[in-house]
């Protein structure tokens, strides 16, 4: 993919952000969640105000991947006190890498990641973390191949489910 670039989201990017995280988040777990749990989830964390909220808090950073002005995907990362489980001072979190389904395979997931690791060390973090639905397969094997390893595991809430994602992590 030629001309592949990181932008960081601003506020005035809020509407892009929710159509974007609505999108890659219904076209990664629709088939394998009842519409009932994914609905309950769109409207309570990923409302424009929820957004808005995340979008602002100083801890926290979204960036699109863009092609030519075409947003493919999206990373959220969390440090300090933004993060969901508490990981120290020299750690942060990927919270979100989303690829819209039309561009999965064309590296777009890798392309983020290296960014998020080259934002993690200018700001001198030793080692990146993240939560992973058990049951997610492609994703888990992908970090894996990143060298990412199985240390813990925590409860995330769909709707009414209750689910397992294993937390992974990667030292620099």
Not at 44 to 64: G, H, I, R, T
Not at 72 to 80: Q, V
Not at 101 to 115: A, P
Request: hydrophobic content about 35%; charged content about 30%; overall charge negative.
């Amino acid at each position: 993919m030629n001309h592949l670039s990181l932008r960081k989201i601003e506020i005035e990017d809020l509407r892009n952000l929710q159509k974007i995280s609505i999108q890659t988040f219904r076209e990664t777990f629709d088939e394998v969640n009842t519409e009932e749990d994914m609905q309950k989830y769109v409207d309570e964390k990923l409302n424009v105000n929820q957004l808005q909220s995340e979008l602002e808090n100083p801890e926290s950073e979204f960036y699109f991947a863009e092609n030519n002005d075409k947003i493919l995907g999206y990373l959220k990362l969390n440090f300090g006190n933004a993060q969901t489980e508490n990981s120290g001072k020299d750690g942060f979190e990927i919270e979100r890498i989303y690829v819209l389904k039309d561009f999965i395979g064309q590296k777009i997931g890798n392309f983020l990641f290296e960014k998020s690791i080259e934002i993690g060390k200018k700001r001198k973090m030793n080692f990146v973390w993240l939560g992973v639905w058990e049951k997610n397969e492609r994703a888990i094997n992908f970090y894996e191949k990143q060298g990412f390893e199985v240390f813990n595991q925590h409860d995330f809430v769909l709707g009414n489910d209750v689910q397992t994602d294993l937390l992974m992590k990667l030292n620099f």
